[in-house]
């Protein structure tokens, strides 16, 4: 690009800048970012030194009218140049990091001449902001031009520094990106926080005390008005009863004993209905001449007071005779058969009243008493002069013009000053109304303390964004080996899985920090391996289990056809004989018995073995199925103890139920012996028990035997007890959906009891 062309491009990204700058955003009160930054700072490195400082100072020269001063203006410049200078050499982040090393401590020297009377911290915080300011655009540009979008459009522009770039600065850049930008909204947003926070106490505390103040002085003018009337009811007492007016003598007598028993009163008086003082204590004013003879006819409140014939409490006016400054009294008629015929009052002590104010005040809180007229009857942030100080006019008393009776509010004191500096002069203000019509108490509040409180906090997020650019090197590094090693150790776990090794992890027990996205790579190829090893060995054991069951089943299906086809060739039709026929139709049951068992266990797989309740008598069906299965056991006992037992039940499912139980038993007692069978009712539930004497549980205890395809081994006698071993694990599962319960017990001296619960679900009843 030509040094014209680069000219131009400086004009043009100075007047952007220059309008951007126009539109600060506000981190918190006094602080702003200026967005033409955003634009400064990428031009350095594409349009060099000299154009870079060019369009800095146009950018900048707004804050020149912003600010009052043009030392911000000369650092920008002097920022452009140095980063068109450095970023030959530099990344633009490195670059900027240089230049402020030494423009940090450029902008704490000149802090003192900005006009602005602020603390060292405070100077430090608008300092990092400056840096701030740079160094996030300056890590946003060298993300950009790290980006191929970037670099395939700007490549003729870029230096030979900034044509190549390593992975670790990449990823560092990238990663600055991601902690930066986040710190930085959470630091504004806590800053915001913590100034709505500090505003929101300043308003309940300047509330809270004006409040207190208006009481205050609402009880030190009531105090006055009563006083005032209860003087003028004696006066007139004494006038109805003597038929004269007191001499002046025996009434200042009187108004010495008010004088000296009221703290709120400068002195006491009491004038005829000519405005003329009768007779006043003290009896001299300021120049030691007597006040009485003095006429106040021209005062407001004397007006005030024979017309409305009722106590009154004047406003602010300038005191003359016995008080000099600002003064307000308290003033009552002297009425005589509804005639007026003079008044009593009394000078409110205001002095003592703004002492009384300034002890009630928080530290740096200013208080103000204003009359309707907007005269100030005290203020505790200055001395009174000999006029009373009047609010019209001026910015707090077209404030007061627009703000309710009671309420807060923020203005400035200098409008039209920098924005610093008149950050740090507004003021706070609450306001509260007394009892008297148009009176209010002020309560004032520099704004400086509670803007620069959340420095702190600020100026504590830029020392983080500072430490944070500072180690950004050496944990960049950190993470280029962070990202491969946990690449290599996947790459190498899914070789080793893909020769057979089934136990192979990527990271093992050992974590191996890396970034997220590799992180749940090495975990997700754990996990998956982990998931592959238990299917496998799932799968193996499922097989096993499926070997043994056709073995059993082969087995147990061999056993009845060999004997049917041997007794079938047996068979003449001059030699058939019944225990033949007897023989084969009990093989025939037996086979049928562990068909319909294999038929049930496919449809409790496949979820369609399904019930159907109706009404039974369960003893009828105990009985039947108990004395058929022990007709075929000879050598056992059957013992029945059955009770009537009437509920809702699928009767075929049942019939299983009772049958492999009794067959159970029997099987399991090879050497023959008593089998008992037990039915009672128990609350609502039908209770089942069938006991033998027969082998027992072992030492695996009753819970496995209801596992689908397993058979007792207690003995070796049971090698030889006929049955697919699916008996059980079909009972618990009819037992459970008729909402029953069914387990295994062992027996006191030997053998197992099976213990069935079954609720009657009797719908009548329900």
Known sequence: MSG????????????????????????????????????????????????????????????????GHPWSMLGSMMEGVVLGALTRRYWPLQADGLFWLGGIPYL???????????????????????????????????VVLMTPMARARLWPLLTPTLRTFTLSSAVGSALLVALVLPLLMVGTLEGRARYASERRRMDDQGLSTAHL?????????????????????????????????????????????????????????????????????????????????????????????????????????????????????????????????????????????????QERLAPGQRALLVDPDGNVAFDTGSTPGPEPQSLKGTVLGE??????????????????????RRTLEARHLATAPLLQPGWRVLVEHPMRDMDFSVIGTYSALLATLALTLVLAIPITRLLTRMLSRPVEAVSQAAGRMAAGERDVRAFGTRHRAGAIE??????????????????LEEVERVSQAKAAFFSIASHELKTPLATLKLRLQRLRPDTVRQQDLVLMDRQVDRLARLVNQLLDVSELASGRLSLAQVPLELSALVRRVSERRAASAPQHQLKLSLERVDGWWDEP??????????????????????????????????????????????????????????????????????????????????????????????????????????????????
Not at 33 to 55: N, V
Request: net charge neutral; glycine share 10%; with cysteine.
């Open 653 to 766: 499912r049942l019939e299983q139920v009772v049958y492999n139980l009794v067959d159970n038993a029997i099987r399991y007692s090879p050497e023959g012996g008593p089998v008992e069978v037990v039915l009672r009712r128990e609350g609502n539930d039908a209770l089942l028990e069938v006991k033998d004497r027969g082998v027992g549980l072992g030492p695996r205890g009753g819970e496995e035997l209801f596992s689908r395809a397993l058979r007792g081994s207690t003995l070796s006698t049971i090698s030889r007890v006929e049955g697919l071993g699916v008996g059980l694990y079909l009972s618990r599962e009819i037992i459970t959906r008729h909402g029953g319960s069914i387990h295994l017990a062992a027996r006191e001296g030997g053998g197992t009891c099976a213990i069935v619960r079954l609720p009657r679900n009797d719908p009548r009843e329900a």
């Open 108 to 142: 704490i020297i000149v802090g003192n001449h900005m006009g602005v009377d602020v603390t060292a911290t405070s100077t430090l915080a608008i300092a990092l902001k400056q840096a701030l300011n740079s160094l996030v655009p300056a890590l946003l540009t060298q």
């Open 518 to 535: 590799v992180e749940k790579l090495g975990l997700a190829f754990d996990e998956m391996a982990a998931r592959l090893q238990r299917h």
């Open 4 to 67: 014209r062309a680069r000219f131009a491009w400086a004009l043009v990204v100075g007047l952007l800048g220059h309008a951007l700058n126009r539109f600060p955003v506000e981190l918190i009160p006094g602080i702003d970012i200026l967005l033409g930054f955003f634009l400064i700072i990428p031009a350095a490195p594409l349009l060099g030194p000299w154009c870079a400082g060019l369009a800095a100072g146009i950018a900048m020269s707004t804050t020149v009218q912003m600010w």
């Open 399 to 420: 404030l007061l013009s627009t703000l309710p009776a009671t309420g807060t509010r923020t203005y400035d004191t200098e409008p039209k000053a920098p924005p610093l």
């Open 213 to 357: 103040l208006a009481e205050t002085v609402d009880a030190e003018l009531s105090t006055a008005q009563s006083q005032t009337a209860l003087l003028a009811s004696i006066v007139t007492n004494w006038w109805e009863r003597e038929g004269e007016r007191p001499p002046q003598p025996q009434l200042e007598n009187l108004l010495r004993d008010w004088v000296y028993h009221s703290a709120f009163a400068l002195n006491f008086g009491i004038g005829d209905s000519d405005g003329n003082l009768v007779a006043i204590w003290p009896p001299l004013g300021v120049a030691a001449q007597p006040m009485a003879g003095a006429n106040f006819a021209d005062r407001a409140y004397f007006q005030d007071v024979r017309g409305k014939r009722e106590p009154v409490v004047s406003g602010v006016f300038a005191g003359r005779g016995s008080v000099t400054g600002p003064v307000m009294v308290a003033v009552a008629p002297l009425l005589r058969q509804q005639r007026f015929e003079g008044f009593t009052l009394v000078a409110i002590n205001l002095p003592r009243m703004r002492a009384v104010a």
